[in-house]
């Protein structure tokens, strides 16, 4: 009877011994880093794949397409001048102010976005009202060695917080990086802010922060527009 037990124990044991290991190969191999266009041919088609703390990296290319993002991840280029997210000529989603976006993110979700560039679409006129990236519903943007530019009305658009270190905002035509309400707060530094020159609203500002939104700003250049009148910076005191 004895025996009978033990034998039984030792087989169970030798069988969970294989099993674990056998699991984690597994979930390995179906999680943790994704790779655009080797693992998925599209950013959004990854995203929508991934599990909250993924990392998506994407390879040098430009890549024509309107992202959102409603789960904490790592969105991760190749290289501000070698990867691109480019506007297409068609952006049916807009963000819950309405407003039409190239990169928006939602629903508390924490996005860490390195080493990329976020342009507008190549058109003969801007699309009105335009975000770069819409941070909407208590997300969080960590913006770091990036770029937006190109026919954006805003650059970055924030309800929630944004983070933007080493990165350029350019060709803006109304304002480079916008702070709203009391549950945003902005911290922008080492950047380069820098207002369309030929845009059609007169005096772009390069940070604004309004009704409460709270802001750190330093060791930035934000450049004047040539429009007459044109605001560099205003914020809120931190």
């Known amino acids: 009877m004895k025996r009978s037990v033990v034998a039984t124990i030792v087989g169970t044991v030798f069988v969970l011994m294989l099993l674990p290991s056998n699991i984690q190969v597994q979930t390995s191999n179906a999680s943790s ?22 990392t998506i990296k994407v390879l040098p290319g430009t890549y024509k397409e309107q992202l959102t ?9 190749t290289g501000s001048e070698i990867t691109i997210i480019k506007a297409p000529a068609n952006l049916p989603n807009t963000n819950t102010n ?18 990329l560039t976020v342009s507008g679409p190549t058109l003969a006129s801007c ?25 954006t009305y805003k650059g ?6 944004a983070i933007v270190t080493w990165t350029t ?7 480079g990086i916008f702070g709203f309400g009391e549950d945003s707060t902005i911290k922008v530094s080492y950047s380069s802010i820098v207002a369309a020159q030929n845009s059609e609203i007169p005096g772009q500002i390069g ?32």
């Open 69 to 77: 993002i409603s789960k904490s991840l790592n969105l991760v280029g």
């Open 127 to 151: 699309p009105q009202d335009l975000i770069g990236i819409s941070v909407m519903l208590g997300a969080t943007l960590n913006l770091d060695f990036a770029s937006i530019k190109d026919c």
């Open 33 to 54: 880093l994704k790779i655009v266009p080797s693992d998925y041919p599209s950013i959004q088609s990854a995203i929508d794949a991934a599990s909250p703390g993924d």
């Open 169 to 175: 905002v350019n060709d803006y035509r109304d304002h």
């Open 207 to 238: 940070i604004l922060l309004v009704a409460g939104a709270n802001g750190v700003i330093d060791h930035n250049k934000i450049s004047l527009s040539s429009v007459a009148g044109a605001v560099a910076k205003l914020t809120t005191p931190p």
């Open 98 to 115: 309405g407003d039409p976006y190239i990169v928006d993110l939602k629903n508390g979700a924490t996005v860490n976005m390195k080493g």
């Open 156 to 161: 970055i658009f924030a309800e929630g917080d």
